[in-house]
């Protein structure tokens, strides 16, 4: 079975750090595309930053960009997220997920999801 664990999240000061990791199992690790999503209260899910398991493209939410980095690494079938100069408003559950099809964070293509880990951003 498809299985992602997200762990990493916590209670954070804005302007703080969080590095959030994804680990995959059940798949062949290079053959999917992994996401980062999230939640926040009252709002739609939508995509943060995804990675390309063909070729290392990447893609960021224009929110993110410039604040959060995107990472593998293929040997502990892992994704990262590197979330710096954090805001109130990045407050949210973080879900990670998976596809075969390379569309960037187009949620609807995301086939297999984790469990959310909460980010909470105090001012």
């Known amino acids: 079975d498809v299985q992602l664990q997200a762990s990493g999240g916590g209670l954070v000061q804005a302007g703080g750090s969080l590095r959030l990791s994804c680990a995959a199992s059940?798949?062949?690790?290079?053959?999917?595309?992994i996401g980062w999503f999230r939640r926040a209260p009252g709002k739609e899910r939508e995509g943060v930053s995804c990675?390309?398991?063909?070729?290392?493209?990447?893609y960021y939410a224009n929110s993110v960009k410039g604040r959060f980095t995107i990472s593998s690494d293929n040997a502990k079938n892992t994704v990262y997220l590197q979330m710096n100069s954090l805001k109130p408003e990045d407050t949210a559950v973080y879900y990670c997920a998976a596809t075969q099809t390379w569309l960037g964070c187009r949620v609807y293509r995301y086939h297999y999801w984790g469990q959310g880990t909460l980010v909470t951003v105090s001012s």
């Open positions: 059940g798949f062949t690790f290079d053959d999917y595309n």
């Open positions: 990675i390309s398991s063909s070729d290392g493209s990447t």
